[in-house]
């Protein structure tokens, strides 16, 4: 039974059949799944609304872990992987700066985040591990490969596994850094606007907030935040700071060292805004530019393959029936 269904899984024709299926399945996918799709703005507006009481918590047990010189952790839904966490102490092992960093840029901040994440990469190299050795070993696949190769795919199936978080949460990162970069030059025009016209700057990130949540969720998320960290925070510059480090951009931090500065300086902000906002559109003028540039050379290979057979057939096809019949 086994090497029937080895043979079955193995058969070209078979092969084909399911990857053109899948083909199917995803084209169908793409062209349906954007009319379910329910947006999810009330919900992140609803997560950050609390984000003050967790800021306080969080300051609240950081002070009383200095006082008494022990750390203390924040409560986690997922406990299964928080207790994978604790017992193979992968917070040292795996974590790291630069982590931390990409879990705020990707807009995962909450502990059990963290826990998932670590679990993830603890236990996905054991599940891919085995469903490696099962597709190779146990299916016969690969029969006529040498054994060193074998158990190097295994390897390399396994190693993949490992850096599978890490290429979920790049790529959850990637999604939303271009979300905020995109809307952000617009968002500045918008503070430029409050700010002229007298309020303070809190209450501008606020109502940047709410102009800009259908725009650009991310960034009326990420800008909720700060509005509630300049609040309650002691240090302003602390506040502006976080804002950088969660979206981990460029052009979002050097806007929060212009203001760092015009607040610790007096320089004018609307000045200052008004030259980043428009250094933002033109960086992203300049990226629509590179983008058209580079679309004749990409366009170059599916016009030979697609365009050009296609039009050679009904140039030459009347001619070659003409012929046909003559002869």
Not at 72 to 100: P, Q
Not at 149 to 163: D, E, K, N, Q, S
Not at 178 to 207: N, Q, Y
Not at 269 to 283: F, K, P, S, Y
């Amino acid at each position: 039974m086994s090497e029937e269904l080895a043979k079955s899984l193995t058969n070209p024709t078979m092969i084909i059949a399911l990857l053109v299926a899948l083909a199917v399945f995803a084209t169908f996918y793409t062209l349906v799944i954007p009319y379910f799709e329910k947006g999810d703005l009330n919900k992140r507006m609803k997560a950050v609304s609390t984000e003050r009481d967790q800021i306080r918590s969080r300051e609240r047990e950081r002070m009383q872990a200095e006082l008494s010189n022990k750390g203390s952790l924040r409560t986690s839904n997922n406990k299964s992987a928080r207790k994978i966490v604790e017992r193979f102490n992968l917070r040292e092992a795996l974590v790291d700066e630069n982590t931390m960093n990409k879990l705020r840029a990707a807009g995962y901040r909450s502990q059990n985040a963290l826990n998932t994440f670590l679990a993830a990469r603890f236990i996905l190299p054991f599940v891919f591990l085995v469903l490696a050795v099962l597709w190779v070993f146990g299916l016969g696949n690969l029969a006529e490969k040498a054994m060193p190769i074998r158990i190097l795919v295994v390897i390399v199936v396994a190693y993949i596994g490992f850096y599978a978080p890490n290429i979920y949460i790049s790529n959850q990162m990637k999604k939303r850094q271009h979300s905020i970069k995109r809307a952000w030059p617009d968002a500045l025009d918008l503070m430029l606007i409050c700010v002229e016209s007298g309020i303070s700057m809190e209450a501008a990130m606020r109502r940047v907030a709410e102009e800009m949540a259908d725009q650009s969720p991310e960034l009326a998320e990420e800008m909720v935040l700060t509005t509630a960290e300049l609040s309650f925070l002691q240090d302003r510059r602390t506040a502006l700071e976080n804002l950088g480090i969660r979206t981990q951009l460029d052009i979002v931090k050097s806007v929060t060292q212009a203001l760092i500065q015009a607040e610790r300086y007096g320089t004018p902000l609307a000045q200052a805004l008004r030259v980043l906002a428009q250094e933002g559109r033109d960086e992203r003028m300049n990226e629509a530019e590179k983008k058209a540039a580079a679309l004749p050379p990409k366009l170059t290979v599916p016009m030979i393959l697609f365009f050009l057979p296609v039009l050679i057939a009904v140039i030459l096809g009347p001619a070659g029936i003409q012929v046909a019949d003559r002869f």
